[in-house]
């Protein structure tokens, strides 16, 4: 005897209510996709890979004139540092003239008389250990008449014999005192 066969199954109805799918709209729809796709190879793709990379040549030219324009201010500000200290020496300078021209008058009457004290050539500041009164000039040291007209920008005078009274010379006229002749 042979087996019986099983019955088929049924198969489930779709229900009514549901939408189906209608494959021939969805072709379609892929379709007109496919062509608009298509289309896009006509979009200006091209000129606008132009125009960007003339904005990038135009941004390094920028670059280009951005570092020039910095070189440019670097370079006036090296001048303009010059300029000030150049401006700070001729001041320094007047200072120092002014202080001759007082000193002068000054040493002429009395050898006791405050000096006024000139400014360093390098610091622009009043030298240090600068002597008082013109009197004082003749009681320094060799050292200290070298460390005062080095800071006047002199060079002290060779060394000799008389190189200390030498020095004082040449400090009582760097100081403004000319004529007036001071012995220890």
Do not use: W
Request: charged share 20%; aromatic share 2%.
């Amino acid at each position: 005897m042979a087996a019986p066969v099983p019955p088929i199954p049924a198969i489930p109805a779709i229900p009514p209510a549901l939408p189906h799918p209608d494959f021939d709209a969805a072709a379609d729809a892929c379709t007109t996709l496919a062509q608009e796709l298509r289309h896009c190879q006509n979009l200006p793709m091209a000129t606008s890979a132009q125009q960007m990379t003339e904005l990038l040549e135009t941004l390094r030219e920028m670059r280009v004139d951005f570092a020039r324009l910095e070189a440019t201010v670097n370079t006036l500000h090296t001048k303009f540092s010059g300029l000030n200290d150049t401006v700070t020496r001729i001041h320094t300078r007047s200072i120092n003239t002014d202080a001759r021209l007082t000193n002068s008058h000054v040493a002429k009457r009395d050898a006791n008389i405050p000096l006024v004290p000139l400014a360093s050539v390098t610091t622009h500041e009043e030298i240090p250990g600068f002597p008082a009164t013109v009197h004082e000039i003749s009681r320094l040291t060799g050292a200290q008449l070298n460390t005062i007209l080095t800071h006047l920008g002199l060079t002290p005078a060779q060394e000799n014999r008389n190189q200390t009274a030498e020095r004082q010379k040449q400090l009582r006229a760097a100081v403004g005192v000319y004529k007036l002749s001071i012995t220890s």
